[in-house]
C-alpha cells in the first residue's frame, strides 16, 4: 500500500502519535549518517535517538548510542539501546541493520529504508541478488512501514510484499541551495568534472575513467576529479585514467570542490537517491549522470556511453541556453526536496507503522 503523497504529519494541536523514535544503522561512512542527520534535523518536534558506529546527528539528536561491527555486537547494542529510550518507533537504516532490527524479538514497530535494495539489478550476482530478496520478503511480514527514496525503489517494494506499507520520502541537499545557483555562466577551459562518492563498483568508477580517457586521447582541455576514497585498485584505475583523486573530505571541503567544478557527473550501477547530485545541485551545478532510476525520475541527463558523456559534459559547459536551462531544472527539483517536505512525508510514515 503506497502512502498517500499529502497529508499532516501532526494533528491541529501539534502533537505527534510518534514521538520517540530510534534511529539504528551499521553504517558509518557515506550518505546514510548524513540523510540520518537530515531527518533529525528537519523534525525537532520528535526526540531522536541514534545508534551507529559514529558520526555528527545534529544538535536536535537528543543522544548517540554506539555500536560494534559484528552482528553479535549489534545485537546487544540495539537491545541497550531499546531498554534506554523505550522509543516508539525503531527506524533501520540500510540493508544490515534492517535484518538485525526485524530478526531479534522485539516489541517496538520497526520501519525500513534499505536506502538501496540489495537486490536491484546491479547490484551484485544473481544468487546474491536471489538470496536478498528471499531475505527481504521474509522479514515484510514484521515490517510496520517502508521508507523508499524514490518511487523506483517504492514499486519494488510493493511488488515484494503486497500489501506493504510504503512511503516515499524525498532526501534533501546537506546544504541550502547557494545564492544565485539559478545563475548560469560559459566555462573558461579547462572545464572540471566531479564526481562525489565511495571508490567502490556500486559508484561505477570504470565508467568515470574511461570518460576521462576518451577526452585525454582527444587532447579535450576537461579535468576530471573524483571526490573521496576507496577501494585501492579501482583507485589506481582512476589514476591512471588521468583522474585526481582527492580522498576523504569534511562536508564543507566537498561542497568547495563542487563549488569549483563545471559539470557534476554521478556515476552509478544501482542506488536508492544519492545525496551528492542534490548536493551539486544545491552548489550550482549542472548535474547528469548514468541511467539510475533515482535520476532519471528526476528528469536528469543520463548516459551510459562515456563518449555521450562527455559530449554532454561539453555542451554544458560551452552553451549558455542548455546551461541555464539544466540550472533552472535543478532549481525545480530542490524546491520539492526541502526539510518541510522530508517532514511531511516521514512523518505519515511513522504515524501508518503505528497504526
Given at each position: 500500500m503506497?502512502?498517500?503523497?499529502?497529508g499532516?504529519?501532526?494533528?491541529?494541536?501539534?502533537?505527534w502519535d510518534a514521538?520517540?523514535?530510534l534511529?539504528?544503522?551499521t553504517?558509518?561512512?557515506?550518505?546514510?549518517?548524513?540523510?540520518i542527520?537530515?531527518l533529525?534535523?528537519?523534525?525537532p518536534a520528535l526526540e531522536?535517538?541514534?545508534?551507529?558506529?559514529g558520526?555528527?546527528?545534529?544538535?536536535n539528536?537528543r543522544?548517540?548510542f554506539?555500536?560494534?561491527?559484528?552482528?553479535?555486537?549489534?545485537v546487544?547494542?540495539?537491545?541497550q539501546?531499546?531498554?534506554?529510550?523505550r522509543?516508539?518507533l525503531?527506524?533501520?537504516h540500510?540493508?544490515?541493520a534492517g535484518?538485525?532490527?526485524r530478526?531479534?524479538?522485539n516489541?517496538v514497530?520497526?520501519?525500513?529504508q534499505p536506502?538501496?535494495?540489495?537486490?536491484?539489478?546491479?547490484?551484485f550476482?544473481?544468487?546474491t541478488?536471489?538470496?536478498?530478496?528471499?531475505?527481504?520478503?521474509?522479514?515484510?511480514?514484521r515490517t510496520a512501514?517502508?521508507?523508499a527514496?524514490?518511487q523506483h525503489?517504492?514499486d519494488?517494494?510493493s511488488h515484494l510484499c503486497?500489501?506493504a506499507?510504503?512511503g516515499?520520502?524525498?532526501?534533501?541537499?546537506?546544504r541550502?541551495?547557494?545564492a544565485?545557483?539559478?545563475?548560469a555562466?560559459?566555462?573558461?577551459a579547462?572545464?572540471?568534472v566531479?564526481m562525489?562518492?565511495r571508490?567502490a563498483?556500486q559508484k561505477?568508477p570504470?565508467?568515470?575513467a574511461?570518460t576521462?580517457?576518451?577526452?585525454?586521447?582527444?587532447?579535450?582541455p576537461?579535468?576530471?576529479?573524483w571526490?573521496?576514497?576507496?577501494?585501492?585498485a579501482?583507485r589506481?584505475?582512476?589514476?591512471?585514467?588521468?583522474v585526481?583523486?582527492?580522498g576523504?573530505?569534511n562536508t564543507?571541503?566537498?561542497?568547495a570542490?563542487?563549488?569549483s567544478a563545471?559539470?557534476?557527473?554521478?556515476?552509478?550501477?544501482?542506488?536508492?537517491?544519492?545525496?551528492?547530485?542534490?548536493?551539486?545541485?544545491?552548489a550550482?551545478?549542472?548535474?547528469i549522470?548514468t541511467?539510475?532510476?533515482?535520476l532519471t525520475?528526476?528528469?536528469?541527463?543520463t548516459?551510459?556511453e562515456?563518449e555521450?558523456?562527455l559530449a554532454?559534459?561539453?555542451?554544458?559547459?560551452?552553451?549558455?541556453t542548455y546551461r541555464?536551462?539544466?540550472?533552472?531544472r535543478?532549481?525545480s527539483?530542490?524546491?520539492q526536496?526541502?526539510?518541510?517536505?522530508?517532514a511531511?512525508?516521514?512523518?505519515r510514515?511513522?504515524?501508518?507503522?503505528?497504526?
Open positions: 503506497l502512502l498517500p503523497s499529502s499532516r504529519m501532526a494533528d491541529s494541536s501539534g502533537s514521538r520517540r523514535i534511529h539504528f544503522t553504517c558509518d561512512t557515506g550518505g546514510v549518517p548524513l540523510a542527520r537530515s533529525v534535523d528537519a523534525s531522536h535517538y541514534v545508534l551507529a558506529p558520526g555528527d546527528f545534529g544538535t539528536c543522544d548517540v554506539a555500536t560494534g561491527s559484528g552482528a553479535t555486537s549489534c546487544r547494542a540495539l537491545r539501546a531499546v531498554a534506554r529510550t522509543p516508539d525503531i527506524h533501520a540500510s540493508s544490515r535484518v538485525i532490527s530478526v531479534i524479538p516489541r514497530p520497526v520501519v525500513y536506502h538501496a535494495l540489495a537486490f536491484e539489478r546491479g547490484a550476482g544473481l544468487g541478488r536471489l538470496a536478498a530478496r528471499s531475505v527481504e520478503w521474509a522479514l515484510a511480514r512501514a517502508f521508507v527514496l524514490s525503489e517504492a519494488m517494494i503486497n500489501g506499507r510504503v516515499v520520502v524525498p532526501n534533501i541537499p546537506t541550502l541551495p547557494r544565485g545557483s539559478s545563475v555562466a560559459l566555462q573558461e579547462p572545464f572540471r566531479v562525489a562518492g571508490i563498483p561505477w570504470e565508467i568515470f574511461m576521462a580517457e576518451v577526452a585525454r586521447c582527444r587532447g579535450l576537461v579535468e576530471f576529479r571526490i573521496g576514497d576507496g577501494d585501492v579501482l589506481h584505475l582512476l589514476e591512471k585514467a588521468g585526481a583523486v582527492t576523504w573530505c564543507n571541503a566537498v561542497f570542490e563542487m563549488e563545471s559539470v557534476y557527473l554521478h556515476c552509478s550501477r544501482y542506488e536508492g537517491f544519492p545525496l551528492a547530485p542534490l548536493d551539486a545541485m544545491a550550482g551545478l549542472p548535474v549522470g541511467p539510475i532510476p533515482a525520475e528526476l528528469g536528469v541527463p548516459f551510459r562515456p555521450a558523456l554532454e559534459v561539453l555542451e554544458l559547459c560551452a552553451n549558455l541555464q536551462a539544466s540550472l533552472d535543478n532549481g527539483i530542490l524546491s526536496r526541502t526539510a518541510h517536505h522530508l511531511e512525508a516521514v512523518g510514515v511513522y504515524q501508518e507503522a503505528l497504526r
